[in-house]
Every structure is written in structure tokens, then in C-alpha cells.
T-cell receptor
Framework: KAGVTQTPRYLIKTRGQQVTLSCSPI?????VSWYQQTPGQGLQFLFE???????NKGNFPGRFSGRQFSNSRSEMNVSTLELGDSALYLCASSLKVSTDTQYFGPGTRLTVL | KQEVTQIPAALSVPEGENLVLNCSFTDSAIYNLQWFRQDPGKGLTSLLL?????REQTSGRLNASLDKSSGRSTLYIAASQPGDSATYLC?????????????FGPGTRLSVLP
């Protein structure tokens, strides 16, 4: 069974732009969670989607948004990029809710110049 | 607000040693606690999940324990190998206003020397 895939793997943007990251969960998994990882703040929870509904959200500004499609694939969008948004963005899927074992993708490395 | 800490921040041991990584959390009202490993530049790999009603979980050379009353979990690695070199993170899963929420510790960077 294929693992969690994330595209693109690397991305370079400039301040003020917006970006969309994509995550395809393991087949059959219905929960997708997103995380931001930076050297200073570590791993921080962004949001979780289950059956196309956002069921939980971390403490991030409204510039960070996401959605989930009927096939469980998920996208996250960051608008008006700031230098501090440079990070590794990780997506994880789980069979049911995020309290189950999570399986992580390789991440998207976003650099904001 | 849940806070998760991990001690030590980094650890270097010779191959074959048994070692213990520590994780502490401030809010004992957790659903479960999970341990992950992260290799450089890669995503996380789930190692063990301990439900709040459980005391420990084992997988091969790994054993994780949970003591909710003291807010502590430990990951024991037996007979360490160079391939165990990675960053180990613990995460507490807690309820919040919207549902469950993951709070990760900063990680312990482990180096196992041949």
C-alpha cells in the first residue's frame, strides 16, 4: 500500500505570495492532519480534516487554511506569505480520527524569501 | 495549555548500550501518548502509541511506559544500533475546545556510535 505523499517536496516563494500544498493520504484513511515544523518552534499542529470537515485547528492565523476532498486528499493554503512561514510542512493520515496511529508524509520544504 | 518537554535534548551512546528517553507533559487528561522517530529531512515514523488506560507498550527492542499521574513517559531502547540514530519525539493527544489536539515535545537527538 502506498504511503502518504506530499507535493511539491520543495518550494520557494517570496513574501506576500500565496502557496498551496497537497497531501494524498494512505488509501482508506479518512483523517488528514497538517503540521508545521521549524527549528525554533518545533512541530506544531495546524489542523485536522475528517470526511471533508475541519474537526480541529491549532493556534495559527487565518492566513493558514485547508480543505479536504471527497477522496480524502487534502490541500493547505497559506496566503500573504511571511518570512516566518519558512518551514517543513508535514501531513499525516490516519484510518479514523487523528488519535489513531498517524502515518506521516515526507513533507514539503517551503522557503520564503 | 499542554506543554511537553523532553530530556535530554541530545544523547550520544556507543553501540549496544541500553538507553532511556524521557518525556514530560503538564496536563494529565490525555487520550494517548505517541512516540515517533524522525530521520534528517524526512517525515515522522510512528513507533509506539500508549492509550491513556495503558501503562506500557512494546515493539521489538522498544518499550514505552506511561505514568499519567506524574505526567511522564519513557522510551526504552535496548541494545542500541547505529540505525537507531535519529530524533525521537513524543506527542500527547489531548482534548481541546474543538476535538483532539497533538502537542509535540522538542525531541531528543540520538546518536549511536559504531
Amino acid at each position: 500500500k502506498a504511503g502518504v505523499t506530499q507535493t511539491p517536496r520543495y518550494l520557494i516563494k517570496t513574501r506576500g505570495q500565496q502557496v498551496t500544498l497537497s497531501c494524498s493520504p494512505i488509501s482508506g484513511h479518512r483523517s488528514v492532519s497538517w503540521y508545521q515544523q521549524t527549528p525554533g518552534q518545533g512541530l506544531q499542529f495546524l489542523f485536522e480534516y475528517f470526511s471533508e470537515t475541519q474537526r480541529n485547528k491549532g493556534n495559527f492565523p487565518g492566513r493558514f487554511s485547508g480543505r479536504q476532498f471527497s477522496n480524502s486528499r487534502s490541500e493547505m493554503n497559506v496566503s500573504t506569505l511571511e518570512l516566518g512561514d519558512s518551514a517543513l510542512y508535514l501531513c499525516a493520515s490516519s484510518l479514523k480520527v487523528s488519535t489513531d496511529t498517524q502515518y506521516f508524509g515526507p513533507g514539503t520544504r517551503l522557503t520564503v524569501l | 495549555k499542554q506543554e511537553v518537554t523532553q530530556i535530554p535534548a541530545a544523547l550520544s551512546v556507543p553501540e549496544g548500550e541500553n538507553l532511556v528517553l524521557n518525556c514530560s507533559f503538564t496536563d494529565s487528561a490525555i487520550y494517548n501518548l505517541q512516540w515517533f522517530r524522525q530521520d534528517p529531512g524526512k517525515g515522522l515514523t510512528s513507533l509506539l502509541l500508549i492509550q491513556s488506560s495503558q501503562r506500557e507498550q512494546t515493539s521489538g527492542r522498544l518499550n514505552a511506559s506511561l505514568d499519567k499521574s506524574s505526567g511522564r513517559s519513557t522510551l526504552y531502547i535496548a541494545a542500541s544500533q547505529p540505525g537507531d540514530s535519529a530524533t525521537y519525539l513524543c506527542a500527547s493527544v489531548i482534548p481541546d475546545n474543538y476535538g483532539q489536539n497533538f502537542v509535540f515535545g522538542p525531541g531528543t537527538r540520538l546518536s549511536v556510535l559504531p
